[in-house]
């Protein structure tokens, strides 16, 4: 088997993990390179609405009607122009959403799904960032049962700074 068959058939099942933040734009260009490197391969984007802040916002807004299905189209717009309108033809792509435990839920998909690879940025280092997704990412890493690309924001930074 030569190389070229090799990585058609690797990493068919590609999962980004979005939190919709500038870290994650920028990591979602090498989960589309993954994906448009092989063909026939499958992306899912993922984002994990936290169980606390979906209790808490339909408990606030409770008074407006169709408050789901408005708040989901309004993500799916935001996903629409955040990513999918950057995947060419010929890319397999689907939109997933969860409520939960963001780590727990990004492993639960990733374990029914078989999936190959999962891409997911990293913000920077200070304490907060840290306790918010760097946690996440940890966990990810620690306890995924397949590959995992994590790209740092600082990595971005580093490639629009001119080079010397």
Known sequence: MDDNNTLQTTFQRILFCTDLSENAGFAFQFALDAARRRPGSELYI?????????????????????????????????????????????????????IGKDWQEILDFAHHKRTDLIVIGRQGRSALQKALFGNVTEKIVRKADCAVLVVPLSYQKRLEQPAT
């Open 46 to 98: 993922l984002h994990v609405i936290p169980e606390t802040e979906a209790q808490f916002w339909k408990t606030y807004v409770y008074e407006v009607e169709d408050v789901d299905n408005k708040a989901k189209r309004d993500l799916d717009e935001r996903m629409r122009q955040a990513y999918v309108s950057r995947v060419p033809d010929g890319v397999n792509v689907r939109v997933e959403y969860r």
